[in-house]
């Protein structure tokens, strides 16, 4: 048009050429929005900062079949962004026009390359202009298996570098290289990356450049390091702090140096923008860096086992708008909650199932993110030992008893009076972003979660649930109580503490998560509700009692939208506020509260604040995303740690509260972490494992380790206050990493003293995108600490009913003494036995750990006489018994299920009066524990339970004295 103009602009008084022009217009117009693109990518948008602006969305052009471009766009090296589709509708859902759950096409990689659809943000490698081409997968030459895209500079970018060591952990061993051993300048360089060990104190750096730079050298400031320094390099004839390799083979430019690190901890190498030039366009470098942790403190043999893909092809789901169907291998799995299932040592996970593995399509009904929920049984003796995939059959799949389940969304759809939330279908009900923990019978308490419409659309919407369901494991059965819903509405995201008298603490946390009537944080619910198990059970009475309602509800307890509120039952209440405070919570602000369980108290007064209750090391959303582990203190005292949060040093921070002197600590961990895990170990301490740093890009380390990286394990210990980071190996014995497991990842603690891991989404990843993997982690103390002790047998002395407990059920009242035989190993001498409560764990939290070290009263060369705590330090329920040896070695757990005790106190004696004794002993079928029932003439009674050595009819006294027993003597025989 404007050549027609320029031509004849006369043309513009001519009629006939006006209608020429308009005609010219519409056929342009029909042309361009006729190109093909798939519905995938259609609408798309550029979304992330520019040089001058934050994050923001620039619609891109459709110039070509299959083909977008976007032109001008001005960024900084090391920026993020992404591609996002943009809804084209009056009607938006509450997410809004952004579609960033069903409409992301991620970047697999940096400047240029492949698109991962539904994965998350790329980075721009330099600053520059840059003009945008994408090809999407239809495209004939470029468009690669999910869409590639290209950055062409406008110009000249800036140079970058990277910068590496030898690892992202190094383990300093004090030594030293003498002169006559330096190596050459080749040999040198040639090692220097090839261990995470440090023995001379200097760590190698490497530098190298995209292209062939000048002016960069140490002397003019180029590189900063923060808490080091550059130090010479150990070679012969080299005097220089640098050391200048040339251009390589691929085309970098490549430096290496010397780092000498001046404390242990965190180490930053900084590239400074500026400090070096580009040979040809002399355009001044972008700034970036790289981080290791310094430590003495490393611990090496941990493991990784098999990582197994889980597919469900039970085909219990339906799709009722029969647009989804599995992949070939059935449907994946995303774990999301895991429970451990004492009666078998199983677990049972619960999550979603979707079409696609990764990357996850989205789009209408597509199925490629979350398309219907999924309880499921694992067998960690079984399903984690072996490599390929793990297949949910029939037998292992769990049947959720919702009160809108998604296998019979069909039958719903069908129906002439369908379930709708805002006059929309109903997909199904969910367990995901419920709470859950194990009662002291042993059911497993799911209370709140999800319900959908719009499931796998642009447009769906996430209602919270106000029931229960509890799941039978005896019989392998859910339950729903739907007759008695929860007081305080709908829930998402809340908590289930189970409190000292069984009963189970509900936070009201989210009412919803996105609907028509609230958004995020506007759904905050904070009131509190309490759940009687027993009540229910009877169905005679509401089991539900309202501790906080809505006019006193406290905002302080609020979750955060990645992380649960925290209760922890105190193991020695404490009087604050006016009344006795028997339990301890934390919402996303960081800051203790500590409740009454006293009806008679005020609402108004229930919670208390101490003065020091806000957590040091905050940051703007308080402690969101970080994990929480209750502890319980040799002196019985009360402690919890925080570790990791929202952003800067919160990130790699470790914080311990002591709430008897309402004091922080704070040790920094080193490594950055968003929403990890924490287990409480056998030994006592805590493995904090997974999560995020935000400021690490996975892309660039997908394979190798990262600055900061989470996927290194770490365990603290409480008593020493001493923090080890880990260094597992594969199978084959080589460094090995995890995957990215980041939101949404879990962790349980197993029989074995290893530990599960799964699930949790990485920057190829996003929520209903999860890893659809699961694997057990060793850790080290399972490597050379010589043989495990063994479990040999248990009794106990039972003074409510003056009988005797046989071992084979396993059930021991509060209070008691446990008189344990153990062979193969030494134990230690403090923590050589423990109460571990099974896991209940998701979102970083788990619902129901409980650490309760064993009183060691008497230690025979194989005995030991232990006593288990009175309440509230243990709490009624199911828990693993571990012996530990004195190497640091756990025995293999053996469950254990800790009742009330009606006395409130010991529950066995420790010690006999002086006396003459009555003796009746009963001996086991096939030898092993003899139980001697020891009667005073002076009517006291006293139990004990006497060791039998191993083929003879000798029993030994807890006193040390022998009694011979006839060889006559049969199973079951009184004498």
């Not at 320094?229 to 012969?236: A, C, D, E, G, R």
């Not at 992949?327 to 451990?340: E, K, L, R």
Request: aromatic share 10%; net charge negative; charged share 20%.
């Amino acid at each position: 048009l404007f050549f027609f103009f320029a031509v004849e602009p006369t043309l513009l008084d001519n009629f006939s050429s006006m209608c020429m022009i308009l005609l010219l217009l519409v056929l342009i117009v029909g042309c361009a929005s006729g190109f093909k693109v798939e519905a995938w990518y259609k609408n798309l948008q550029y979304y992330g900062p520019t040089r001058t602006t934050g994050w923001s969305e620039h619609p891109m052009t459709l110039i070509a079949d299959f083909t977008f471009q976007l032109k001008g766009l001005d960024v900084v090296g090391g920026q993020e962004f992404l591609f996002v589709q943009k809804l084209q509708d009056a009607n938006l859902p509450p997410l809004g026009a952004l579609n960033y759950k069903q409409g992301k096409v991620g970047v697999a990689e940096n400047g240029g390359g492949g698109l991962y659809p539904g994965g998350g943000n790329g980075r721009f490698l330099s600053s520059g202009i840059y003009t945008i081409v994408l090809y999407t997968p239809n495209h004939p030459e470029k468009g690669g298996e999910y869409g590639t895209y290209e950055l062409i500079a406008d110009g000249a970018s800036a140079p970058y570098a990277w910068i590496r060591t030898q690892s992202a952990i190094i383990q300093r061993l004090p030594s030293s290289l003498p002169a006559s051993q330096m190596p050459s300048v080749d040999v040198w360089v040639a090692n220097a990356l090839q261990t995470n060990i440090s023995i001379s104190g200097d760590v190698p750096v490497t530098i190298a450049f995209n292209e062939e730079v000048v002016n960069f050298s140490l002397a003019g400031n180029g590189l900063r390091i923060e808490n080091g320094v550059v130090s010479p390099i150990p070679v012969v004839n080299a005097s220089t702090l640098v050391l200048d390799m040339g251009v390589q083979a691929d085309g970098t430019h490549m430096f290496v140096c010397n780092v000498r690190p001046t404390q242990t901890g965190t180490i930053k190498i900084s590239l400074v923008a500026g400090g070096a030039k580009s040979k040809v366009s002399k355009r001044s470098c972008d700034s970036s860096w790289f981080s290791f942790l310094y430590s003495e403190r490393i611990n090496r043999g941990g493991a990784w086992g098999p990582l197994r893909t889980v597919v469900d092809q039970t085909n219990t789901f339906s799709d009722a708008t029969g647009k989804v169907v599995p992949g070939s291998d059935g449907w994946y799995v995303s774990p999301i909650h895991a429970v451990m299932m004492q009666h078998t040592g199983h677990l049972i996970l619960s999550g979603w199932i979707r079409r696609d593995n990764m990357p996850c399509f989205g789009g209408e009904g597509a199925g490629g993110r979350r398309i219907a929920s999924i309880t499921f049984i694992v067998d960690p003796d079984k399903d984690l030992t072996e490599d390929g995939m793990f297949v949910i059959n029939s037998a292992k799949r769990v049947f959720e008893d919702a009160e809108y389940p998604f296998e019979q969304q069909g039958e719903r759809f069908a129906s002439n009076d369908p379930a709708k939330e805002e006059g929309l279908l109903v997909d199904g009900d969910s367990i995901y972003c419920g709470g859950h923990t194990t009662l002291e019978d042993g059911r497993i308490f799911y209370v709140g979660g999800a319900r959908y419409t719009k499931m796998s659309t642009p447009y769906e919407r996430e209602y919270g649930l106000d029931y229960v369901r509890m799941y039978n494991q005896e019989t392998g059965v859910m339950k729903q109580y739907l007759s008695h819903r929860l007081p305080l509405g709908t829930s998402w995201y809340p908590t289930a503490g189970r409190l000292p008298d069984g009963r189970v603490m509900v936070t009201g946390a989210y009412s919803s998560y996105a609907t028509n009537e609230c958004l995020g944080n506007a759904c905050l619910n904070p009131q509190i509700n309490i759940f009687d198990p027993k009540k229910a059970d009877a169905g005679e009475e509401d089991p539900w009692y309202v501790y906080l309602d809505a006019a006193h509800g406290d905002h302080a307890i609020d979750p955060g939208l990645r992380e649960y509120t925290r209760i922890f039952p105190l193991p020695t209440p404490i009087q604050a506020g006016g009344y006795l405070r028997e339990i301890l919570l934390l919402g996303k602000e960081g800051a203790v509260l500590l409740g009454t369980l006293d009806e008679s108290c005020p609402m108004s007064q229930r919670l208390y604040k101490p003065a020091n209750a806000l957590r040091p090391s905050v940051c703007e959303d308080g402690s969101d995303q970080s994990t929480f582990a209750p502890l319980i203190t040799p002196q019985h005292d009360g402690e919890l740690i925080i570790v990791g949060g929202c952003t800067g040093d919160t990130l790699q921070t470790l914080s311990i509260y002591n709430i008897h002197r309402d004091e922080w600590e704070s040790i920094s961990t080193g490594i950055n972490r968003h929403v990890p895990a924490s287990v409480l170990l056998p030994d006592g301490r805590v493995l904090i494992i997974n999560g995020v740093n935000p400021d690490m890009d996975q892309i660039a380390f997908w394979t190798t380790p990262g600055p900061m990286d989470p996927r290194f394990p770490q365990i603290f210990d409480p008593e020493t206050r001493e923090l080890y980071t880990e260094l597992p190996h594969a199978k084959d014995g080589s460094d090995a990493m995890d995957v990215f497991r980041g939101y949404h990842n879990n962790a349980a603690l197993l029989g074995d003293g290893s530990v599960y891991v799964g699930g949790g989404f990485s920057q190829l990843g996003d929520v209903g995108c999860e890893n659809s993997n699961i694997r057990r982690y060793q850790p080290s103390y399972l490597f050379n600490n010589g043989p495990r002790p063994a479990l040999d047998g248990i009794a106990v002395v039972n003074m409510d009913d003056g009988s005797l407990k046989l071992t084979n059920t396993y059930e021991f009242l509060a209070g008691s003494e446990l008189y344990i035989s153990f062979s193969g190993a030494h134990l230690h001498p403090i923590k050589g036995a423990s109460l571990l409560a099974v896991q209940a764990l998701t979102h970083s939290y788990g619902q129901n750990q409980r650490y309760v070290r064993l009183e060691m009263i008497e230690v025979g060369t194989n005995t030991v006489t232990v006593r288990i705590p009175d309440e509230p330090v243990v709490l009624a329920g199911y828990y693993w018994l571990f012996l530990l040896s004195d190497k640091g070695m756990p025995s293999r757990g053996q469950i254990l299920k800790i009742m009330h005790n009606p006395h409130g106190g010991s529950g066995s004696s420790s010690s006999s009066p002086k006396g003459e004794y009555c003796v009746s002993i009963r001996t086991l079928a096939g030898g092993g524990v003899g139980l001697v029932l020891i009667t005073t003439v002076l009517g006291l009674v006293v139990y004990y339970c006497l060791w039998r050595k191993r083929r003879r009819r000798t029993y030994t006294m807890p006193g040390g004295d022998n009694l011979l027993i006839s060889d006559t003597l049969e199973a079951n025989d009184v004498m």
